[in-house]
């Protein structure tokens, strides 16, 4: 299958930094990227879609100037999480949907702490 | 109430057993029912999907899905070791994989 790589894999920051995490279509184009997060025993949660070279659309109760999605090519789209707190601690997936099926290829994950 | 329910587990078997793994859904809506398996701290990967009601089989897998019930299974004969993850059941209303909605996601583990 088509492979989706995110960087970095694991990250820990101190509270009210930014930390920025990629997710990258390796071997296919991807038109749209979703972002989603897992809090430990809960099941994964959309916080946004992005599509390339717009903006992006974020989920209810997902605020959009702390979780800032940029989607600049077919095979990169960014998540940045401005000034992080602890409650933001959790597992941040990528997938990416090709061109052909849409069918969804995920990431292996980042796994954000913060301190 | 949540749109997708899943027990969360852990499910433990023996190698070789019959594994049963189901979620519940109150949305009606729903059309596609996928499965995934995600293994420990790597993202889910597709297994299987279906369209509506009915079965769908692939090797050691087969999974269900009975709309009237609002209620999805996925079944794994002779299971392995290496099958022990956690699976996720999800599922849209969408003709793609967008907007999909997750079950919390089933661990189980099959001990040799």
């Known amino acids: 299958g088509a492979v989706v790589s995110q960087h970095p894999s694991w990250v820990i920051c101190k509270s009210g930094t930014s930390v920025k995490i990629e997710c990258r279509s390796l071997?296919?184009?991807?038109?749209?990227m979703f972002w989603y997060r897992q809090f430990p025993k809960q099941s994964l949660m959309l916080m946004a879609t992005?599509?390339?070279?717009?903006?992006?659309?974020?989920e209810q109760g997902v605020e959009k100037d702390k979780f800032l999605i940029n989607h600049a090519s077919l095979t990169l789209s960014t998540l940045t999480v401005t000034s992080a707190h602890p409650e933001d601690s959790s597992f941040y997936i990528c997938?990416?949907?090709?061109?052909?099926?849409?069918?969804?290829?995920f990431g292996e994950g980042s796994r954000l702490t913060v301190l | 109430q949540k749109e997708v329910e899943q027990d969360p587990g852990p499910l433990s078997v023996p190698e070789g057993a019959i594994v049963s793994l189901n979620c519940t859904y109150s949305?009606?809506?729903?059309?596609?029912f996928m499965w995934y398996r995600q293994y420990s701290r790597k993202g889910p990967e597709l297994l299987m999907y279906t369209y509506s009601s009915g079965n769908k089989e692939d090797g050691r897998f087969t999974a269900q899905v009975d709309k009237s019930s609002k209620y999805i299974s996925l079944f794994i004969r002779d299971s392995q070791p290496s099958d022990s993850a956690t699976y996720l059941c999800?599922?849209?209303?969408?003709?793609?994989?967008?907007?999909?909605?997750f079950g919390t996601g089933t661990r189980l583990l099959v001990s040799p």
């Open positions: 949305n009606s809506a729903f059309q596609y």
């Open positions: 997938s990416a949907s090709g061109t052909n099926t849409g069918e969804l290829f």
């Open positions: 992005s599509n390339e070279g717009s903006k992006a659309t974020y």
């Open positions: 999800a599922m849209t209303m969408n003709t793609g994989f967008q907007k999909l909605v």
């Open positions: 071997d296919f184009q991807a038109t749209t």
